[in-house]
């Protein structure tokens, strides 16, 4: 069974605040980890797709790592806003068209 | 505007009825799925689709059907025997399925009545 478990379930910061949230898998058949945003009203979006242990990807002021050997992906965010406010999702693919997501982190920014 | 579009948004059925929920993408993509979300869990693979004219169950495939006679279509039917309909659906595609980014749908909410 693949489990992907996501913490904290949900996270209320204040504007301005950094803040992260992780995303843990299973560290063998690895073959991509996807993070995902999605808003209220909306469909999920993509923000990274990381496929090498040790990447690091950057996108505006969110960012994720990814070690593969130990089996968790790091979401930053550095000085939350609140449009930042969302559910975000993290899916891990082990290379078999197998793919499972996480529950999601929901995030809540008040200003 | 390249995009997926899923129909209707909401969706009411009676007990017992079969329903189809559609999905239609002109993002030119070969991989095509559907999840279900209930709340407090993950998206869940129903099926996904490769290419044209083939399709592969996810996780909870039971009452539940798809056909994929198009590339740019991907219906879901939600049968009587599937023991607990009511939940949001969500459709996506990908270029391929190896771990490529997926395109989502808005989704369709199901209430079985």
């Not at chain 1, 301005?16 to 993070?35: E, K, R």
């Not at chain 2, 059925?13 to 993509?29: F, Y």
């Not at chain 2, 799925?33 to 495939?61: C, E, M, T």
């Not at chain 2, 659906?89 to 808005?106: D, K, W």
Request: proline share 5%.
């Amino acid at each position: 069974i693949l489990n992907v478990e996501q913490s904290p379930q949900s996270l209320h910061v204040q504007e301005g605040d950094s803040t992260n949230f992780t995303c843990s898998f299973p560290s063998s058949n690895f073959y991509a980890l996807h993070w995902y945003r999605w808003e209220t009203a909306k469909s999920p979006e993509a923000l990274f797709v990381m496929t090498l242990n040790g990447d690091e990807k950057k996108k505006g002021r969110i960012s994720a790592t990814l070690n593969t050997k130990e089996g968790y992906s790091y979401l930053y965010i550095k000085g939350s806003q609140p449009e930042d406010s969302a559910t975000y999702l993290c899916a891990f693919f082990p290379g078999n068209n197998d793919m499972r997501f996480g529950a999601g982190t929901r995030l809540t920014v008040k200003p | 505007d390249g995009g997926i579009t899923q129909s209707p948004k909401y969706l009411f059925r009676k007990e017992g009825q079969n329903v189809t929920l559609s999905c239609e993408q002109n993002l030119n993509h070969d991989a095509m799925y559907w999840y279900r979300q209930d709340p407090g869990q993950g998206l869940r693979l129903i099926y996904y689709s490769q290419i044209v004219n083939d399709f592969q169950k996810g996780d909870i495939a039971e009452g539940y059907s798809v056909s994929r006679e198009k590339k740019e279509s991907f219906p879901l039917t939600v049968t009587s025997a599937q023991k607990n309909p009511t939940a949001f659906y969500l459709c996506a595609s990908s270029y391929e399925t190896s771990g490529y980014e997926q395109f989502f749908g808005p989704g369709t909410r199901l209430t079985v009545l």
